[in-house]
């Protein structure tokens, strides 16, 4: 069955340092792979995804995501955080029926 | 970009009345729509799928019965919360899906049963 697993509840990180945000998948095929921000009470922001092609993604907001299909990974990297990008971030796939699977999700808090 | 709108954003019922959550693509034609439930501090679960014109594909465990959902135009599907109870309570997200393998979220419905 496919599943996604971001292995990290929550991080923390200080403003101006790099982040990564892991995510695994499991999925037979081809993946459709998305990484989604949200903000409390609000509903979900695309940052990026990826069908094929290159597989380092650049999205919205300085981030990208790798996609490694020996590792089934897609983590989110961006190298300096600003304390605006605390929030939740979803990994997700879209599996078969186009049916979107999102993993956990990961908080980030960024400290001053 | 497509957007897709839902209405209400909030809404606060009592125990036992029924509810209506609207989605709507605005700019696209939407084939698929998707629903969602959120739990605070959890992550999306998939309800339901609906295509225009047919009826609604429930995941395992969503009670087709409790949560109706109409797929009556190619723009707008509604999900309606029959007979709600305050364990309904949750933040319930659409999307929509115009042909390709991206889905397009709506900004959430924060439904509170008292």
């Known amino acids: 069955a496919q599943s996604v697993t971001q292995p990290d509840i929550h991080i923390t990180v200080s403003e101006g340092a790099s982040l990564e945000l892991r995510c695994n998948y499991s999925y037979g095929a081809t993946p459709y792979l998305f990484w989604y921000v949200q903000s409390p009470g609000q509903g979900l922001q695309l940052l990026l995804k990826y069908f094929s092609g290159d597989t380092l993604v650049q999205g919205i907001k300085g981030f990208e995501a790798e996609f490694k299909r020996s590792q089934s990974s897609f983590n989110l990297r961006k190298p300096s955080v600003h304390w605006s990008d605390a929030a939740e971030y979803f990994c997700?796939?879209?599996?078969?029926?186009?049916?979107?699977?999102f993993g956990a999700g990961t908080r980030l808090f960024v400290k001053a | 970009g497509a957007v897709v709108s839902q209405h209400p954003s909030r809404v606060i019922c009592k125990s036992g009345t029924s509810v209506k959550i609207e989605c709507r693509s605005l700019?696209?034609?939407?084939?698929?729509m998707f629903w969602y439930r959120q739990f605070p501090k959890q992550s999306l679960m998939l309800m339901a799928t609906s295509n225009e014109g047919s009826k609604a594909t429930y995941e395992q465990g969503v009670e087709k019965d409790k949560f109706l959902i109409n797929h009556a135009s190619l723009t707008l599907s509604t999900l309606t919360v029959t007979s709600a109870h305050p364990e309904d309570s949750s933040f319930y997200i659409c999307s929509a899906r115009e042909g390709g393998n991206e889905q397009f979220f709506g900004p959430g419905t924060r439904l509170t049963v008292l």
């Open positions: 997700a796939v879209v599996a078969g029926g186009f049916k979107t699977i």
């Open positions: 700019d696209f034609q939407a084939t698929t």
